[in-house]
């Protein structure tokens, strides 16, 4: 009895948050969507995880395990599992996906072309992996030049030069000019 008042509560929130999301979006069934997963524990041998697929800035925190198999997989076959169920349960696409760096579940979605052949859904990256990128990407060069010398005669770090705070403030540049 529990369960089912518990799903029916879970069904009209997702049914009005959906039917929200379409109206801001011009009455579009065609909607954006942020994806995530997160672990317990870091690593692949957690056994508690969740995902979401948000469309909202607000969301309840009642969950269940709905899940067997290797965290490695939570996130992919979730995502998959929550697109494909997407047109029958609320008569919506999502078609546009904001996830984190891991494409996995992104490329399992694609792959399995959910919405048909004639349905591209695209990825979105989000600002904050977009400068996590570049400092990691500044980083590796920076690691990789370590003592060569520039067309001056000098070497790429050093003061006045590329340091870790040069590579912060690069950093959030980036994202600022994103």
Not at 3 to 22: C, F, H, N, Q, Y
Not at 40 to 68: E, I, W
Request: net charge positive; hydrophobic share 35%; charged share 25%.
């Amino acid at each position: 009895m529990l369960l089912s008042a518990t799903k029916d509560v879970r069904d009209a929130t997702m049914k009005g948050a959906i039917e929200e999301a379409v109206q801001e979006n011009q009455n579009i069934i065609d909607i954006p969507v942020a994806v995530d997963g997160t672990w317990q524990k870091r690593g692949y041998s957690s056994m508690n995880g969740a995902l979401t697929v948000t469309n909202k800035k607000k969301h309840g925190p009642v969950c269940k395990k709905n899940f067997d198999g290797y965290s490695g997989r939570m996130e992919v076959d979730g995502a998959l599992s929550i697109f494909q169920r997407s047109v029958q349960r609320y008569d919506v696409r999502y078609t546009k996906y904001l996830g984190d760096g891991d494409s996995k579940a992104f490329d399992n979605i694609v792959k399995n072309q959910v919405y048909g052949d004639n349905c591209t859904i695209t990825k979105l990256e989000g600002v904050g992996h977009a400068m996590k990128w570049m400092g990691s990407r500044l980083r590796r060069f920076k690691a990789k030049m370590r003592g060569q010398k520039l067309s001056d005669g000098k070497a790429l770090c050093g003061k006045n030069r590329l340091t870790e705070a040069s590579i912060d403030q690069l950093q959030t540049y980036y994202g600022l000019a994103i």
